[in-house]
């Protein structure tokens, strides 16, 4: 395993440029809230149905305070009004809120608002509460049946159709696979809702809704239990509507969600400030539901050289993990992102990717890390695309990765078989065990082309994340340091939905979230 090749303090220099590049970004946060994380706080008082033509009553609500002007007092303090008008239940509170404009309502005696600002705090702590039961329902089964070492072998299932891909699931679990992520259909992420209910007509992937959840994670249940192991289950808490996506995926028991600080803004071209305001939200979600984030720095390395752009990897995780620190994130939560991608056709590469990958590794000690396959230089050739990906679960048993997405040998095709999975995964589960233990065999030479190319690239990292203290996150991200790709403060989608908090605003549910940390 990694030598101290980088030295303690040269890592603390780096959370500490994170932290000091990272804190603007929160006061940012404080001041403004999202009409999406909005929409979660209804969804967290059970606001889960839809309305008509489908739109979810989230929605309709978070949209008609939007319109009024009245969403900066936050969306829980409008529900707590409803219900001391006689709703009933949280479709009624919808029903009352579209029928009588919140900016009709008069002003409440100040003993009358105090109140009003309990009763709903006490039924937001009923809310959390149902929720903590329902995730540790999932830890208690975790617990019961266990889980393999690391790394854990990572596979997707991509149909369109929610019950298509419970059967790929399941046949993927019984060949091995430990992790299931459900890929999202193509540019959910740009969507401004959650759709509602099962969905069998996805493209490029399945939609990320809470009744999929629900559906995938039983079926997953009852296959752990087949298996006498458990099996665990991943999703994509990314785009415009993040923490939502976080919400139902707690609720519904899931264990992992890919949830990056700056993926949307870079690769979907969402908003900057909506992005990092939507992040923190849905991270203070994982934090207390005890999800494992997947971030997303692997993708630099497909739109940027992985060989000349491996600093902005390294100087991006400190960052996320800056962000994630934030919002209460423990260190066993942080899958930080990498990947095995530097051209294949450059010599010493097994060198080059296990000096990333033990970089990585001697940075976060901590954290279970995920890993990435090769994809950027895949072509038809499944023979040598087969071997590449061998070389590549050499290196996460190399260096003790916690998660591993296993690449498919028909990466370049089209969406994997079943054939497919098995193989990777008869593959990888060689390669685990046959070189377990590897990493305390071996010592880095200090003088050698991994140590050197490590600090090299650490060097790098650590000038990267001085010129973000000195200039600013956002001109970071308009320069395109990170993935070679700009964006600025006011463009992309969505930032029309974000708004300046009022002086009273109220949201119980980010009171307790922060009181946990």
Request: hydrophobic share 45%; aromatic share 8%.
């Amino acid at each position: 395993m990694p030598g101290p090749f980088i030295d303690d303090a040269q890592i603390d220099r780096a959370r500490t440029l994170a932290r000091e590049i990272t804190d603007p970004v929160f006061e940012l946060i404080r001041r403004n809230t999202t009409v999406s994380t909005e929409r979660t706080v209804l969804r967290l008082f059970g606001i889960s149905g839809a309305g008509p033509r489908g739109v979810p009553l989230a929605n309709l609500m978070a949209d008609r305070l939007l319109a009024a002007g009245a969403l900066g007092r936050g969306a829980a303090y409008w529900y707590g009004r409803v219900l001391r008008l006689g709703a009933k239940s949280p479709l009624d509170a919808v029903e009352r809120l579209t029928s009588v404009p919140a900016e009709k309502l008069a002003l409440l005696p100040p003993n009358e608002e105090a109140q009003l600002r309990d009763d709903v705090r006490a039924e937001a702590r009923a809310a959390v509460g149902e929720l903590k039961r329902r995730i540790a329902e999932r830890d208690a089964l975790k617990a019961e049946l266990g889980l393999p070492p690391p790394p854990h072998k990572y596979v997707i299932v991509a149909t369109g159709n929610i019950y298509d891909d419970v059967d790929q699931a399941r046949a993927a679990a019984q060949a091995g696979a430990d992790i299931i992520a459900v890929i999202r259909s193509t540019a959910q992420s740009l969507l401004d809702y959650v759709p509602h209910g099962a969905t069998t007509e996805g493209y490029g992937g399945t939609y990320a809704t809470q009744e999929n959840f629900r559906i995938m994670r039983e079926a997953l249940d009852d296959e752990s239990r087949k298996l006498g192991r458990y099996v665990q289950l991943t999703n994509y808490s990314s785009g415009l509507c993040m923490a939502e996506i976080a919400f139902c995926a707690a609720y519904e028991r899931l264990d992992m969600l890919l949830n990056d600080a700056m993926y949307g803004i870079l690769f979907r071209d969402i908003n900057l400030r909506r992005t990092f305001i939507d992040q923190y939200f849905s991270r203070r979600i994982c934090a207390l539901a005890g999800i494992i984030i997947n971030t997303g720095e692997d993708n630099y390395i497909t739109t940027a050289d992985a060989f000349d752009a491996a600093h902005t990897v390294i100087a991006s995780q400190f960052i996320n993990e800056a962000f994630a620190k934030r919002a209460g994130l423990k260190d066993a939560q942080l899958g930080i992102g990498h990947s095995y991608e530097i051209d294949p056709a450059r010599p010493e590469t097994l060198l080059l990717e296990l000096s990333q990958a033990m970089l990585v590794r001697r940075c976060f000690p901590n954290a279970p890390l995920k890993y990435m396959p090769p994809t950027k230089h895949k072509e038809t050739d499944i023979f040598f695309s087969h071997a590449y990906d061998v070389m590549a679960d050499l290196v996460a048993v190399w260096t003790r990765q916690g998660i591993q997405l296993l690449g498919m040998m028909t990466e370049a095709m089209h969406t994997p078989l079943l054939a497919d999975r098995y193989v990777a995964l008869k593959a990888a589960s060689y390669v685990h065990r046959a070189a377990r233990g590897i990493d305390s065999e071996f010592t880095v030479r200090e003088d050698g082309k991994i140590a050197e190319r490590a600090r090299f690239v650490f060097g790098n990292a650590l000038k990267l994340l001085e010129e973000c203290r000195a200039d600013g996150m956002v001109a970071a991200i308009g320069k395109g340091r990170f993935g070679d790709v700009k964006r600025s403060e006011t463009g992309g989608k969505g930032l029309d939905g974000v708004v300046e908090k009022a002086a009273d605003y109220f949201n119980p549910f980010l009171e307790i979230l922060e009181a946990q940390s």
